[in-house]
C-alpha cells in the first residue's frame, strides 16, 4: 500500500561523530547512508508542504546515556552500548528521524503518546513492516500507551478507516489544533470505540 501525502523533502548533510567509539564508524555510515535515503520518503508520509529541514543533521554517539537514542533539534545522539548489544537496530534511526521531522513546536498537552506512536508507525509498518513485533495484551494495553502498540493502533485505522489519519494527525500536531475528535471525523466512530473495536481484532 502506497500513501504519499507530504512533500518530499530532501535530507539534509548528515555528519557524524564517534569520538566515543571509533569503531562504530562503519555503523554510522550505514546510518547516515540509510536516513539521506529515507529522509524524503517519511516527510511524504507526514504533513510537510510548510516544512523545512534543519540545514544540517548531526548524528552524536555517545557512551553511558539513559536511552537508547534520541532526538534534539538538529542531532541525533546515539546510546553506543545499546548499538554494540544491538548492531541490527537500524530502526531506531528511523525513529529518531521521525522525530527530526515531527519538530512540533505547538504541540497540544498530553499528546506525547500520539507522537511517539507516529514515530513507531514509521518505523514498524513503513520501513520494516515484516519485522518481529511485541504482541499486544488487549486486557492490559491502551491506544495511550504510545509506541508499538499506538502504532499498531494507527496502522489498523490506516487500513480499516482512513488512509490519511497519520497525515491529519501529524498536521494537527504540527499547527498546535490537535483534538481527539480528530479520529471520529476521520473514522465516523469516537476514539475509545475505535480502541474497542482494535483490540477486538487481537488474536490471543
Known amino acids: 500500500m502506497v500513501v504519499s501525502l507530504g512533500k518530499a523533502v530532501p535530507a539534509p548533510p548528515i555528519t557524524i561523530d564517534v569520538t566515543d567509539a571509533p569503531d562504530l564508524k562503519a555503523w554510522a555510515e550505514q546510518a547516515q547512508k540509510l536516513a539521506t535515503e529515507w529522509f524524503p520518503h517519511v516527510t511524504q508520509l507526514l504533513a510537510t508542504d510548510n516544512y523545512k529541514a534543519p540545514k544540517t543533521l548531526k548524528f552524536i554517539f555517545k557512551k553511558g546515556i539513559d536511552a537508547p537514542a534520541f532526538a534534539t533539534g538538529d542531532a541525533i545522539t546515539f546510546k553506543v552500548e545499546w548499538i554494540q548489544a544491538h548492531p541490527e537496530d537500524f530502526g531506531m534511526v528511523i525513529h529518531e528521524m521521525t522525530h527530526i521531522i515531527q519538530g512540533y513546536r505547538r504541540t497540544p498537552r498530553d499528546t506525547g503518546w500520539l507522537v511517539e506512536g507516529i514515530a513507531d508507525y514509521i518505523r514498524w509498518w513503513r520501513y520494516e513492516p515484516e519485522a518481529k ?3 499486544i495484551d488487549p486486557k492490559k494495553a491502551s491506544y495511550r500507551d504510545a509506541y508499538r502498540t499506538t502504532a499498531a493502533f494507527l496502522a489498523w485505522i490506516v487500513q480499516k478507516y482512513d488512509r490519511t489519519i497519520v497525515h491529519q ?5 504540527r499547527d498546535g489544533s490537535y483534538t481527539p475528535d480528530i479520529f471520529e471525523k476521520s473514522t465516523g466512530k469516537k476514539l475509545d470505540d475505535l480502541w474497542a473495536e482494535f483490540v477486538g481484532t ?3
Open 202 to 204: 487481537i488474536k490471543v
Open 133 to 135: 513485533r511485541t504482541p
Open 169 to 173: 494527525l501529524d498536521a494537527s500536531l
